[in-house]
């Protein structure tokens, strides 16, 4: 059975451009969640799914939006990068609200 | 309240040897305490996990030790090998919240495994 896959694996922008992320979760899983991991600073919370809908969102600016598709893969959008949005991000599905989570291999942005 | 601490920051053990990671968390109202382990260049793969109604649970190599008192658990690695060499992160989480299972994560502790 497949794990959660993420896609680019890597990806580099510049200052001001958008970056789009995508996460394809477990099959039968319904949640999706995003983290971000950044150098030094751990995994932050990003944001969570269920059922096609955004349920929870961590502390960042508006500019860090996401959608879940019909078919429970997900988007996680950045806009206007910044230099410090470098990070891996790292998409983990769960089956259920309440279930464990399991992650992908995450997508490694770089911003110039 | 969110915060999970976790130490050392990194840790340095012959094989053979016993590798401790403590943690330590705030909120009361977690219910879930699991363990991820990653290796460079890919994501946290789940190791084991506890719920507070258990005081210790352990699978192969790998025991959590749990304190609801105290606030704290911990990972025991027995008999470290070259190949859990890796960065272990602890996390807790409300799962009956309305958060569903967000977690909060410590800051990691990287572990060598010497031959």
């Known amino acids: 059975e497949a794990g959660v896959t993420q896609s680019p694996t890597h990806l580099i922008k510049t200052r001001g451009q958008q970056a789009t992320l995508r996460c394809s979760p477990i099959s039968g899983h319904t949640s999706v969640y995003w983290y971000q991991q950044a150098l030094g600073l751990g995994l932050q919370f990003l944001l969570w799914y269920d059922e096609g809908e955004e349920r929870n969102r961590g502390n960042f600016p508006p500019r860090f939006s996401g959608r879940q598709f019909p078919n429970y893969s997900s988007e996680l959008n950045v806009n206007a990068l910044e230099l410090e949005d470098s990070a891996l991000y790292l998409c983990?599905?769960?089956?259920?609200?309440?279930?464990?989570?399991?992650f992908g291999e995450g997508s490694r942005l770089t911003v110039l | 309240q969110q915060q999970v601490k976790q130490s050392p920051q990194s840790l340095i053990v012959q094989k053979g040897g016993i590798s401790i990671i403590n943690c330590a968390y705030e909120?009361?109202?977690?219910?879930?305490f699991p363990w991820y382990q990653q290796f460079p260049g890919k994501g946290p793969a789940l190791l084991i996990a506890i719920r507070p109604d258990v005081s210790e649970k352990k699978e192969g190599r790998f025991t959590i030790s749990f304190n609801k008192s105290a606030k704290q658990f911990s990972l025991h690695i027995m008999d470290s090998q070259p190949g859990d060499s890796a960065t272990y992160f602890c996390a807790a989480s409300r799962t009956l919240g309305a958060a569903g299972n967000k977690l909060t994560f410590g800051g990691g502790t990287r572990v060598l495994v010497k031959p």
């Open positions: 983990a599905s769960s089956g259920g609200v309440r279930g464990p989570l399991f």
């Open positions: 909120n009361t109202a977690f219910d879930y």
